[in-house]
């Protein structure tokens, strides 16, 4: 991999709303901002991902480090910061003050909740020592900062551990490993802390931290480190700190190694290590693991984004081309794909499951129809037969139960064959958020015809002929009524949706590109052009999609300000990253040898590496320039869709 993202700051402003973050494939994660702070509540040094009912719990919090030279004075580590890089995309901080040079470097072994934090001396570190006092305030990661200081019930030290009990939550466990330590308990210490970010949402910033005390090494020799850990103590101890470095190193370079042939160098490596991040091992659900571990498989989903989203089944289901399929882990595909088979209800496979719960919630009419979708791509990529013999079944009962109705009044007109839903109070589509779609929507007609598509020739082959015939009867019906109803010819493109509470919804919107862009499009091909025009005028911009065009009257063109702000703003102008994607399909349906256009579109995405969350694609853009990051610092379908795209247009440059 010869990617390396490198930053060195010249004044504060430099590093202002730069973030960085690494995870344990667990759901568990490290995060906080490159100058040395925490941002968000969400922010920690080890941000565990413990069993149900706790989740992602903040255990460590962050660090007060200072370094004492053997000359001169004291200082704070960060307040000497150089340069800031990604390594085969973990963080290196560099330091240097007169007459020492520092290194800062910090891993999460694989599948642990247990980090390291390593400190080295890259030049006259003799006799200089590093003093660390750890902050602690326990708390759920998504929880808000108003909930009561978790003071440990009981401290013990041992040589270099600290290991502090938390209740009912698994103890924290600290070692600092380095030369000559010293360890002073001196009774606990609070002190008040702020995180900006949440006093920019308008949400409590406040809140105490405590501290046991403090730990110090030389920085002589090998250096020092300090590991922090929910684990026991066997499996701490199991591997120095270099070797879980060399480890993880390891790995990464095997995953670009087996991605690919366009994503192993530059920018796309560093993407193929970024996708890494949301495919998890989720704990604490012994019943899901139970049923798919009984077919021969284990248990795998996807973190729709961090730092506060658990697995979405929409989000999943979209993903699971880009994040597995494109980057060479298909038997992880498998097992998401049965993970979510064993969570079939009533036709439904589920929105997401809450953080720290064991079941999931079904509120989504798209996120079963991406499930067909992603069940597609899957045996396109790797020809396995056998999956889709064991899944079949799952597939054919949620066609039934579409036919006939399911919760949410998600079900078939028999009018016209098309797909409706709606329920009040319930925000069915992915548009979830502030926008009420309740009737026929564009896109979910879409993915009902792309289904039905799939069906017909699974069916086929099946040798259930009475059933394939079934279903290309419904695709026919349904594209018959689909082109009918939604082309607007007044404005030249087709609306959001039909049928919907107040009348046809004429809005500019991003959803129609997805009439295009599956491999089974609904719409009429002499439509293509002048559709993806539309989109390409008024919703393409540097980072993605916007949701809606600028000139509807409720067009919002910054996604700020508190939660109902937002909230409005989501989808009424925010820049979707992910919808990247699904333009460049669309382009390369109408455009099939300009495969370089769209390469042009997606390298738009190479500065915003070294933005926001460094290294990864964030969830969502300001509507207007200089379109800004928001929302969470990393999306699994920003960076899964990236990686398919450009993949998909690795043909079409040659």
Not at 35 to 51: E, K, M, P, T
Not at 433 to 440: E, H, L, V, Y
Not at 483 to 507: C, I, M, P, Q, S
Request: one cysteine or more; a negative charge.
């Amino acid at each position: 991999m010869s990617y390396q993202l490198t930053i060195r700051p010249r004044d504060p402003a430099d590093l202002a709303g730069k973030e960085w973050h690494v995870p344990n494939g667990l759901g568990g994660y490290a995060s906080g901002t490159l100058a040395g702070g925490n941002s968000r509540r969400h922010d920690g040094i080890l941000v565990a991902a413990l069993d149900a009912p706790y989740g992602r719990t903040v255990m460590l919090d962050r660090l007060d480090e200072v370094v004492h030279p053997r000359t001169g004075a004291s200082f704070p580590l960060f307040s000497r910061l150089a340069e800031f890089r990604l390594e085969h995309g973990l963080p290196v901080w560099r330091f240097e003050a007169p007459g020492l040079v520092l290194e800062r470097r910090l891993v999460m072994p694989y599948r642990q909740n247990t980090v390291h934090v390593q400190y080295r001396a890259l030049e006259n570190g003799d006799g200089a020592r590093l003093e660390l006092r750890p902050w602690l305030y326990v708390r759920s990661a998504d929880g808000w900062l108003d909930q009561p200081l978790l003071s440990p019930a009981a401290v013990r030290a041992d040589g270099s551990r600290i290991e502090m009990a938390m209740g009912s939550v698994p103890p924290l466990r600290l070692e600092l490993r380095g030369a000559d330590f010293s360890l002073l308990l001196d009774g606990g210490r609070r002190m008040e802390a702020v995180w900006p970010i949440e006093a920019q949402r308008y949400y409590p910033d406040r809140a105490p931290l405590w501290s046991p005390g403090t730990l110090a090494a030389d920085l002589s020799g090998g250096g020092a480190a300090l590991v922090a850990s929910t684990e026991d103590w066997p499996a701490i101890e199991a591997m120095s700190t270099d070797e879980v470095f060399a480890a993880e190193q390891e790995r990464r370079r095997r995953l670009v190694a087996q991605a690919h042939p366009a994503l192993r160098d530059g920018e796309p490596s560093q993407l193929v290590l970024a996708a890494d991040a949301f495919i998890f091992t989720p704990r604490g659900r012994p019943g899901l693991a139970a049923r798919t571990r009984a077919f021969g498989d284990d248990i795998r989903s996807v973190i729709a984004g961090y730092p506060w989203f658990n697995d979405w089944g929409r989000d999943t289901m979209i993903s699971l081309e880009g994040l597995t399929l494109v980057t060479g882990r298909q038997q992880e595909a498998r097992w998401i794909l049965s993970t979510f088979a064993q969570y079939v209800r009533d036709g439904l496979i589920p929105d997401n499951v809450p953080d720290g719960q064991t079941e999931g919630v079904y509120h989504a009419a798209d996120a079963t129809l991406w499930f067909f979708h992603a069940v597609g791509r899957y045996v396109a990529a790797t020809g396995d037969q056998s999956t889709l013999a064991l899944i079949l079944p799952k597939l054919v009962d949620i066609v039934d139960h579409h036919r006939c109705g399911t919760r949410f009044n998600i079900g078939v007109d028999p009018a016209d064959g098309l797909l409706r839903q709606g329920a009040e109070g319930y925000m069915l589509t992915w548009m979830d958020s502030a926008t009420p779609r309740r009737g026929k929507a564009v896109e979910i007609n879409a993915l009902w015809y792309n289904a039905l598509r799939l069906m017909e020739g699974w069916l086929a082959q099946a040798g259930d002929r009475e059933g394939a015939d079934r279903a290309r009867a419904d695709a026919d019906r349904a594209r018959e009524s689909f082109n009918r109803r939604f082309w607007n010819a007044k404005t030249g493109f087709l609306y959001d949706l039909v049928d919907g509470e107040a009348g046809d919804d004429d809005a500019c919107r991003c959803n129609q590109i997805f009439t295009i862009s599956l491999p089974h499009p609904i719409l009429d091909e002499s439509r293509w052009a002048p559709v993806l025009d539309v989109v390409r005028e008024r919703l393409l911009t540097p980072f993605g999609l916007r949701s809606l065009s600028r000139d509807a009257p409720d067009y919002r063109p910054g996604y700020v300000g508190d939660l109902g702000s937002r909230d409005f703003a989501y989808h009424r102008g925010t820049v979707w990253a992910w919808l990247i994607g699904p333009f460049v399909d669309a382009w390369l349906k109408v455009n099939p040898h300009d495969g370089a256009g769209a390469r042009r579109i997606l390298e738009g995405f190479y500065p915003h590496l070294a933005d926001f969350a460094v290294g990864t694609i964030a969830e969502v853009f300001d509507g207007d320039p200089p379109h800004a990051p928001r929302g969470c610092i990393a999306q699994a379908w920003s960076v899964a869709e990236w990686l398919r795209a450009w993949v998909r247009t690795a043909d079409a440059v040659k």
